[in-house]
């Protein structure tokens, strides 16, 4: 059974920054899974922000967040991150990782429910 823990989240004021962690604390995801990231404002839906594969750590983002937002892993590790550059109140959000089989993101939008294994979510929050 796939497990995922995030870390990472925080309080922190426009224009910041903060790195996420995504651990695979299963061991069982391997080259061919990717990862994404997506997160949720208070009343509003789940929204695909990043993923990236482990095969070669390809990447997708949404418009949203290019430019500002990178993702990398480092598979000795078993860990994924997103560093998150430039951010602005509209960032904040519960944050989460989440993993499906497949060796590459799609290339456009990521979707939620084409994700099978979710961690824990963890809080980011900017302040003006």
């Known amino acids: 059974q796939v497990q995922l823990v995030e870390s990472g989240g925080g309080l922190v004021q426009n224009g910041g920054s903060l790195r996420l962690s995504c651990a695979d604390s299963?061991?069982?995801?391997?080259?061919?899974?990717?990862i994404g990231w997506f997160r949720q404002a208070p009343g509003k839906e789940r929204e695909g922000v990043s993923c990236i594969a482990v095969s070669d750590g390809s990447t997708y983002y949404a418009d949203s967040v290019k430019g500002r937002f990178t993702a990398s892993r480092d598979t000795a590790k078993k860990t994924v991150y997103l560093q998150m550059n430039g951010l602005n109140p509209g960032d904040t959000a519960v944050y989460y990782c989440?993993?499906?089989?497949?060796?590459?993101?799609?290339?456009?939008?990521?979707?939620?429910?084409?994700?099978?294994?979710w961690g824990q979510g963890t809080q980011v929050t900017v302040s003006s």
């Open positions: 989440a993993t499906v089989l497949g060796y590459y993101c799609p290339a456009s939008a990521i979707a939620p429910d084409e994700y099978d294994y």
């Open positions: 299963s061991g069982t995801v391997s080259d061919n899974y990717h």
